[in-house]
Structure formats: C-alpha cells, structure tokens
C-alpha cells in the first residue's frame, strides 16, 4: 500500500503544481477589459468587458498602416503579420492603434484560452467597422497607392467605448513623466494610459534617465486594480509615493520597446 499512496502523492502535487504555473503564467487579471488579436491576411481586434459583457469585433482595413515598434518602420495590416513574431506584431498593433492587447487569440497560455473561450458564449458581440464611423483618413502613398491611417477621433472612440470599466468608474488621474529625452514618448504612452480607462492629467519631462519604467503611487492602493494594470501594461516596478495622483516615468525600456 506504501508505493500506491506514494504513486498517488506524486500525481496529486503534480498536478497542483501544473494547476499554480498555468495559474500564474496567465495575462488577464479577471476584472478588466480582455483583448486579443487575430492575425493574418485580415486582421479583427475581439474586445469585451466582464463587467458589461459586451463585446466588439473590429477588422482593421487591409491598407491601413501600422507604426510597428523596435524601429521596423510602417507596413500595411495585411503585410504585417508576415514581416515578424507575432509578439512583434502584437506589439506594433498595439503601439499603433493605443489600445492594450494581451496577446494573439491562438497563443493565448491555458488557462486564458479556456476563459477566453468560456466568456465568449456570454458575451453579446458587435461588429464595428472602422471606415463607416469616421475614424479614418486616406492619403496616397509616392507610387500611387492609396492608404490610410487612422484619425484622432478614434482614440476617442477607444477611451469611451473600449476602456475598462471597473477602472474608468475610479476617474484616477495619471501624470506621466518622460525621463528619457525622446521627444513624443509620453504622448505616445498616454494612448495606451487612457485607453485603461485612467486620466491622464499632466505629460511632463525629467533628467533621471530611468533604465525601467516605474508606478509611483502611495502605499495603500499599491494592489489597487488601476496600479497593477499599468505596471503590467508597461511592465513597470512599483515605487512609493505620497500623492493623490497616480505617477507613471518612462524609462529606457518603454523608449527601446517602441523605438529599437
């Protein structure tokens, strides 16, 4: 009886520990919005809200142009996915469209992909089309060929219809700080900032050259939905801070992640 109950103990804390790494190599918390990508020659953002349960599915026009990330230039939606990883690519839509995606829909890790899948026959699902609401703007390219990009008010689109709620309900302010010395950056980072569903209030400068990215915010909201969102978005460390607001530094890390 000794070997089976030690045949059995193997088995039992086996699985315990499959089921503890499937749980913390997971990337959505829950509680805010789940957003993944399809790629391909066509490629459709899916989007919902647990709070809501609602959900859209945007396919992004074939000539729209994408600002990809690490310093690789522009390429069209329907070229890029070929022209990288998926990470890079993930990455790039991301950098472009100011919206925070956790990953592609078909490498999703266990546990989301089974979320994933058991949300989706909750959800009730919209398709938006991107060139009927107004959130494009065409130009033609040195050879001709006639592209778009997308306008201004399609970042308003993303921080009113595809925040978060259980954050944007919060009304927490931001204030970001480029230590870098690359103009843009916090511009740039405050797409993604708003499309959370926080407030960005202020984008300033400094001369600390952070290597990383930190959170600043006080202590007793250092768990706070808002705060862990944003290290993880930016994969930022957590530093102490007395103020109401929270404060978001950009280092080197977020420079080289967009730029190469």
């Known amino acids: 009886m000794t070997w089976k109950i030690l045949v059995i103990s193997i088995l039992f804390l086996g699985i315990l520990g499959g089921g503890w790494w499937y ?4 990337l959505w918390n829950g509680r805010t919005r789940f957003t993944v990508v ?3 020659d066509e490629i459709k953002i899916k989007s919902f809200d647990p709070t809501t ?3 859209v599915e945007i396919v992004l026009p074939s000539k729209l142009i994408i600002s990809s990330v690490a310093g690789r230039g522009e390429w069209r939606a329907d070229k890029i996915s070929q022209a990288g990883k998926s990470g890079w690519v993930v990455d790039s839509l991301v950098n472009t469209l100011g919206l925070r995606i956790l990953s592609e829909e078909n490498r999703l890790p266990l546990i989301d992909k089974i979320l994933w899948q058991w949300w989706n026959r909750k959800v009730v ?4 089309d991107v060139s009927l609401l107004g959130y494009l703007i065409s130009e033609t390219t040195s050879d001709g060929e006639k592209v778009y990009r997308l306008s201004g008010a399609w970042d308003k689109y993303v921080s009113d219809s595809l925040s978060s709620v259980v954050i944007a309900k919060n009304g927490m302010n931001v204030i970001i700080v480029n230590t870098t010395g690359e103009v843009g950056l916090g511009a740039s980072a405050s797409r993604l900032v708003e499309s959370m569903g926080l407030r960005v209030i202020e984008i300033n400068s400094s001369e600390n050259h952070l290597e990383k990215c930190t959170v600043n915010s006080r202590k007793e909201i250092k768990n706070s939905i808002e705060v862990v969102s944003l290290i993880s978005a930016f994969g930022c460390e957590w530093k102490e801070d007395t103020g109401d607001n929270l404060r978001l530094e950009l280092g080197e890390s977020y420079r ?3 730029d190469g």
């Open 38 to 40: 399809s790629l391909g």
């Open 125 to 128: 699902w919209k398709q938006v």
């Open 23 to 26: 749980w913390k190599t997971k």
């Open 53 to 55: 349960a609602l959900g």
């Open 256 to 258: 080289k992640w967009r």
